[in-house]
């Protein structure tokens, strides 16, 4: 089944531990991106990737990172986590940065940072 | 930059009419148009593209116009079902810059049985 997967689902962590949020996809598809979505703001951009090694900042980049060695991977890192960064994480991939094709989202990650 | 305007947060209809929900986008003129389906907490599901030069795009009970004259898609369901329920995103390319999709807000589509 095409798929992005996400892991993982939910996540409590506390204030500066490093942690990794997982994203894989099985549709060769060349363009990832991570989002996260919050109540009255809607899905914002975190970070994108065209193509394996490129890699770009979206609108709301500050505090992660991202990298993407390989066509399928594209992990989310968080390497200080705060309060701030509670929300709900999307990761999603298309064929081709443009999405004519549409997006497929992963299912989500609920991060809770005390 | 670019906003893109959802007519309402919630909107409530009743079982068997058709929902219309509206797109508005300001500033640069969008190649493409796409409209996603959200179930609560889970991720967006692609419904529908349109492009520039199409001025509708029909799938089964939904139905999407594009006028790049008044800046607008609508999004239609006929013959609505409780099962329709859900929030509807839209979401345009911008010609340039870095954002390839921006995504609105959203419209909360409640059908009342």
């Known amino acids: 089944e095409a798929q992005v997967t996400q892991n993982p689902r939910y996540l409590i962590t506390v204030t500066g531990k490093k942690l990794t949020v997982t994203c894989s996809q099985n549709m060769n598809h060349e363009y990832m991106s991570w989002y996260r979505q919050d109540p009255g703001l809607g899905l914002r951009q975190i970070y994108y990737s065209m193509n394996v090694e490129v890699t770009d900042k979206g609108d709301v980049p500050e505090g992660y990172k991202v990298s993407r060695k390989e066509k399928r991977n594209f992990p989310l890192i968080l390497e200080s986590p705060s309060p701030n960064q509670t929300s709900l994480y999307f990761c999603?991939?298309?064929?081709?940065?443009?999405?004519?094709?549409?997006?497929?989202f992963g299912s989500g990650t609920r991060l809770t940072v005390v | 930059s670019q906003k893109i305007e959802q007519n309402s947060e919630a909107l409530n209809i009743q079982e068997g009419k058709t929902a219309t929900l509206t797109c508005n986008y300001t500033n640069y003129s969008p190649a493409y148009l796409q409209w996603y389906r959200q179930d609560p907490g889970r991720g967006p599901v692609f419904l529908l593209l349109?492009?520039?030069?199409?001025k509708e795009k029909r799938k089964e009970r939904l139905k999407v116009t594009f006028d790049t004259t008044l800046k607008q898609s609508l999004f239609h369901i006929t013959a609505s079902q409780p099962a329709d329920s859900a929030t509807y995103l839209c979401a345009l390319d911008i010609p340039s810059g870095n954002t390839p999709l921006v995504f609105g807000k959203g419209t909360r589509l409640s059908v009342i049985a």
């Open positions: 999603a991939s298309s064929l081709s940065w443009q999405g004519y094709g549409g997006y497929t």
């Open positions: 349109i492009r520039e030069n199409e």
